[in-house]
């Protein structure tokens, strides 16, 4: 028995499928081992921004005798939570149009994939946009006069940059759906620029509570 | 499609496992840029090696300068850069690198049954950033090394020399190819398994890989958010850690140990894989306890992440956090003495054989467990505020690192150099090079123990003459451990050159990468084969089914499991 289980050995079934199929094999585990590392990799920029939001709450919890502190005898104005508010829309209604876009890229509804796609881009710039005009306006002293500032500007100018790349993520995934990289069965790309996508969502979530409503 | 014995559970990732790219001719290709997993782990070793090297010889430099109390060998300004690059390059560009990048990239994937790891670009590159990160590393000596230690305490490294921002770049970059290292790796042991290798069959060397990769994933990410505040304050004074822009010092206490003392784990975790492995190979008996030295490195990786503070017992924290701090410490104690029983049980009554890996595992186990047992001490919080900042806290940390991973790695290096090279280096020698290590180790760090508890404070390049004779025996122990290098070096390169051919199994040792050619060949298996049962039966047949052994290593198929071991 022993003997006969060696003999035999292990192999795959090579041939038994046919060329397409064995290709679509391979396609989704190396899809599966691919999203896994993705989902750790965001999970591991998950800690990068714990760390930060760790070190706000620390500093002002312990450091800070009042808040906003006080910087030159002047204690610092709160920021403008209701144009934060309708920036975080902003932001989350691209999070709904990537899903719908990702959705009708499944279901090979290309005009609304299109269209969705583009709305997103066009929302995530537009948060970038209001993020410029509030980073102008706020009146905290800058990023280095106090640790509202440190901790405002290096949390949300992170998160700034997440978006930034997201943004520019997305385009060339736009772009390289019109050059027809991806088909109805292998678009990983997509997958990740969306999980990707509701990340930077999520991780805004936390950030508009600590900065806009603590 | 083959059947197999019941029992086998199929993986389901058999068409990646089947993939095989074409081998590179070039030399750049198969050698330099090369994305096979076995010659980044040896681009590893030796970039590691020459920075161990390096690292080594600021060692020296601090120990000739102690020889007497008012040296002027160099002054106290260099003094504080040169201890201060030993640590951060030992950390950093030597021993993290060498467990996880070096013996997880060679070993790991062999271990399970892959072709390489799950992203093998993704390796390349991460490789890449280790020795870019050490040269900035280094090269800050051009400018100004960082002198305020290897933890960078501010507001001193606030104020510290232009280097200490490169400090913090190089730390950054090992930082993310560590990460990048973890994620690989993960994926690799989750989804790359060859069928039947079922968690509860992989050795243990892999179970310590992935609770290390747990830890490298999550823990160094925190560790750079740490670093990138710091660069943003000496560079464009966001004020996070300077207390007079009403930032907090103690804030990059507990980022920096929530990242390093994890990091011990980093460094120590592979070491207790290399054991596990080397220990029953020897003893020739089942290990002793298998699920629970791999449950344990699982408990030891999760509890890790709560015991940062027991480095901050004297920098001020509120008083009513030290006492479970201090229980918490004592806690991970608890799966670490599971381990050394386990390690203990597995030699008792066993068939021993003293080789070369064999002395260090031992030397391992002594050296490990003191300082492991001086680790208590200094959890203890009223004993800590006697013994914090003083050489006891040199010679616990030392007795961990040199006496646990670096004598592991040792161990490591000469139990799979014959899978390496395909050549056996000199056993003699190999043994003389233990016996040297284990008695200059002893003899540089023991006295370190007596001269912290007179009170001599570490970090300093000046001292009470009272200190003088054991700095003295400290310092002429540690030449001699220096000197043995060169004997180890010397060993390795006449092997590669003319040592005795090792075949594909010279230890008669039953983990997968044993049934190959060796060194093994690129792609490692031509038919990924089947497994059965733990790989340290000792005595049954082997647990692999299918081995289509692959060219050069036709005697490694099944049939060999009942042949007595070979002299060595
Ligand atoms: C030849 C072997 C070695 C010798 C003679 C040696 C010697 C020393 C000495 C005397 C110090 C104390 C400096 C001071 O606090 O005044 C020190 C610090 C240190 N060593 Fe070693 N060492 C050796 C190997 C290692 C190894 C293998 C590691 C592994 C990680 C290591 C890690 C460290 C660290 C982290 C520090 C702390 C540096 C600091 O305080 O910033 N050393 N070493
Ligand atoms: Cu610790």
Request: hydrophobic share 50%; glycine share 10%.
């Amino acid at each position: 028995m022993a003997v006969s289980i060696a003999k035999q050995g292990y192999n795959l079934g090579h041939g038994e499928h046919g060329d397409h199929e064995h290709e679509l094999v391979i396609y989704q585990e190396t899809r599966d081992m691919r999203l896994l590392g993705f989902v750790l990799f965001l999970g591991s920029d998950v800690v990068l921004f714990s760390a930060f939001i760790f070190a706000y709450i620390y500093l002002r919890t312990t450091v800070s005798p009042t808040w906003p502190p006080i910087l030159d005898g002047h204690q610092l104005p709160r920021l403008d939570t209701a144009f934060a508010a309708v920036n975080s829309v902003v932001l989350f209604g691209s999070g709904v149009t990537m899903h719908y876009a990702l959705e009708n890229w499944k279901h090979g509804n290309r005009p609304r994939y299109n269209l969705f796609m583009l709305l997103t881009i066009l929302l995530g710039a537009g948060f970038l946009g209001g993020q410029a005009y509030e980073y102008a306006h706020a009146q905290i002293g800058g990023w280095s006069g106090s640790i509202f500032g440190a901790s405002f500007f290096t949390l949300t100018g992170m998160h700034g940059f997440h978006v930034f790349v997201g943004v520019v993520y997305l385009i060339v995934l736009w772009l390289q759906t019109q050059r027809n990289v991806y088909d109805q069965e292998r678009y990983f790309g997509l997958t990740a620029g969306t999980l990707y996508w509701h990340f930077v969502d999520v991780i805004w979530v936390a950030l508009f509570f600590l900065f806009y409503l603590w | 499609m083959a059947t197999l014995a019941p029992g086998v559970k199929t993986g389901s990732y058999h068409a990646v496992l089947d993939h095989i790219h074409p081998e590179p001719t070039s030399f750049i290709r198969k050698y330099i840029f090369s994305i096979d997993h076995k010659v980044i782990g040896i681009q590893y070793m030796i970039t590691g090696g020459l920075f161990f090297l390096i690292a080594g010889l600021l060692a020296e430099i601090i120990r000739v300068q102690l020889l007497s109390p008012q040296n002027t060998f160099v002054t106290a300004a260099t003094y504080n850069q040169v201890y201060s690059m030993h640590g951060s390059a030992m950390v950093w560009m030597v021993i993290i690198p060498l467990v996880t990048g070096a013996f997880g990239n060679f070993v790991m994937p062999l271990q399970i049954g892959a072709r390489d790891v799950a992203f093998p670009w993704l390796n390349l590159a991460a490789f890449w950033m280790f020795p870019v990160a050490g040269v900035i590393l280094f090269s800050s000596f051009l400018i100004g090394a960082p002198d305020a230690g290897w933890t960078e305490y501010p507001p001193i490294s606030l104020q510290g020399p232009p280097g200490t921002t490169m400090w913090c770049i190089a730390i950054f970059l090992i930082g993310i190819s560590s990460t990048l290292t973890g994620i690989n790796f993960i994926v690799t042991i989750v989804k790359m398994r060859a069928p039947g290798m079922t968690f509860t069959r992989m050795p243990l060397f892999v179970w310590a890989q992935l609770a290390t990769a747990g830890l490298s994933f999550i823990a160094t990410t925190a560790l750079a958010g740490a670093l990138l505040a710091l660069f943003l304050e000496r560079t464009f004074g966001v004020p996070f850690y300077d207390p007079k822009h009403g930032g907090s010092p103690l804030l990059w206490q507990h980022m920096f140990w929530f990242y390093s003392h994890p990091a011990v784990y980093i460094m120590i975790l592979p070491a207790f894989g290399i054991v596990s492995e080397v220990l029953p190979t020897f003893s020739r008996k089942p290990i002793f306890g298998y699920k629970m030295i791999a449950f344990s490195s699982v408990a030891i990786a999760l509890l890790g992440f709560s015991v940062w503070a027991h480095h901050m017992f004297t920098s001020g924290m509120v008083p009513w956090l030290q006492l479970p701090f201090m229980i918490l410490t004592m806690v991970i104690a608890v799966p670490t003495g599971i381990k050394i029983f386990s390690w203990m049980a597995t030699l008792w009554g066993g068939s021993i054989r003293w080789t070369t890996p064999m002395l260090f595992a031992t030397g391992f186990l002594i050296t490990f467990t003191c300082g492991g047992l001086t680790g208590f001490f200094l959890a203890a919080v009223p004993a800590d505020y006697h013994e914090h900042g003083t050489y006891f806290v040199v010679a616990h940390f030392h007795y961990v690192l040199y006496g646990g991973s670096v004598m592991g790695l040792f161990a490591g290096i000469y139990y799979w150099w014959p899978k390496m090279t395909g050549r056996m280096y000199d056993e003699r020698l190999g043994q003389i090079h233990f016996w040297i290590t284990f008695l200059a180790f002893n003899g540089t760090f023991m006295p370190m123990h007596w001269l912290g508890l007179m009170g001599m404070p570490r970090r300093v390049p000046y001292y009470d003459p009272a200190y003088q004779f054991w700095n003295q025996f400290a310092s002429v122990s540690s030449f001699v451990l220096a000197a043995s290098m060169l004997l180890f070096l010397y060993n390795l390169f006449t092997s590669f050159r003319s040592g005795k051919i090792a075949g594909p199994n010279p230890w008669g040792a039953r983990t997968l990468e044993w049934m190959i050619a060796s060194p093994p060949p690129y792609y490692n298996y031509k038919k990924i084969p089947a497994v059965l049962a733990t790989p340290y039966d000792f005595g049954n047949p082997l647990p692999y089914i299918g081995l289509d052994a692959a060219p050069g290593a036709t005697e490694a198929t099944p049939t060999m499991s009942s042949h007595p071991v070979p002299a060595y």
